[in-house]
Nanobody, 123 residues
Framework: QVQLVESGGGLVQAGGSLRLSCAAS????????MGWFRQAPGKEREFVAA????????IYADSVKGRFTISRDKAKNTEYLQMNSLKPEDTAVYYC????????????????WGQGTQVTVSS
């Protein structure tokens, strides 16, 4: 069983930066692919980024490519999402996810989920 707790959300002006963290607990965390999703008001949850268990493979949604960077620190059982050049359309609740592969995490299959952290970008 993996438990995920996000932090780092908040209010930021357009063009600013935030770094989200996701602290994971559980004996098998290091073997999981990790990811981030977001859900804006009135919209479905959408994939943002994922990183393999080794940290060697990453994938991003086109809407955040070049602006967001996903990383993980196995020693700290934590993954991060560095968000730069934020836009008002990035406003959403951001969720941490863990799963067995990049493909399955991206598809939202069998994921463990965090409770979410709010990111608000003002124009």
């Amino acid at each position: 069983q993996v438990q995920l707790v996000e932090s780092g959300g908040g209010l930021v002006q357009a063009g600013g930066s935030l770094r989200l963290s996701c602290a994971a607990s559980g004996p098998t965390f290091r073997s999981y692919t990790m990811g981030w999703f977001r859900q804006a008001p009135g919209k479905e949850r959408e994939f943002v980024a994922a990183i393999s268990w080794s940290g060697g493979d990453t994938i991003y949604a086109d809407s955040v490519k070049g602006r967001f960077t996903i990383s993980r620190d196995k020693a700290k059982n934590t993954e991060y999402l560095q968000m730069n050049s934020l836009k008002p359309e990035d406003t959403a609740v951001y969720y941490c996810a863990a799963g067995s592969s990049i493909g399955r995490v991206q598809a939202g299959l069998d994921n463990y989920w965090g409770q979410g952290t709010q990111v608000t970008v003002s124009s």
